[in-house]
């Protein structure tokens, strides 16, 4: 099980944890919750350098759809997570072995798959939870595509996981394997970051400098990272994951609880 706190506490702590859950409902708690808003998380499986495993998208993606959903499904909210997609868009990372991708156009269609099932299962709005900055521009693709189609589910994404004003605690910001994921990992499974392994990743650096300023590419990752994880990873903490992912998923409920209380129409929504 991938994130979360976890479901079984005791033998007579109820489960699911908090209602939403899909995979741990039965069809007749999903029967009774009647969702109103869908949440689908993207993750990836990918090395993360020396020091984090493969797993590592997934699992913050995963922690942080899970804390933002109990946090509105508390609040009165009926936001149902599904199961985190571990296998997206790597191409970029195949010189590293078992990173593991599909294509652009396929997970494109896995995407507009699962929200036409949406659709057929009375779910008229979608939220896509990115955890993997590969699969960002597949994301706008899938919503300008799906925006075309007649009587397809409302489909947003966060765009920004902090919410507005937000001070990372975060000193060495990184792109890939950084503090950030470090000090996230060290909240969510601090068994799976090898600590001994914590240190400065170098970045490689481009001919034309106005490249990383100015314009837009994609990285071949083992010459952009070449550990597979960059950036100063010693000052990471599981304190400074827990308020990473705590006021992202503050952020992102208040989202849910907006999406799930609005009454639906076509011209959903305006
Ligand atoms: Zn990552």
Redo the contacts with the bound molecule.
Sequence with gaps: MPGGRKSVKTAAATVPEFPGLLEEMTIEEIRAFRPEVVVLPLG?TEP?GPHLPYG??AW?VTRLARLAVAAANARGARALLYPTLPITNNVNFRKFPFALRIGVRTLMQVIIDIVTQCREDGIRKVVLVNG?GGVSATIQAVMREIAGMDDMPFVCTPVNLSPPGFKSPIEHPSI??GES?VSRMLWIRPELVRKDKLRNNPFGKVKVPVLETYADFVRPWHLHVPASGGGETRKSTAAKGKAVIEAAAAAMAELLIGLSKATYSKSFPY
Excluded: A, I
């Design positions: 990836s993360h590592t998208d913050q993997h890939h394997g994921e």
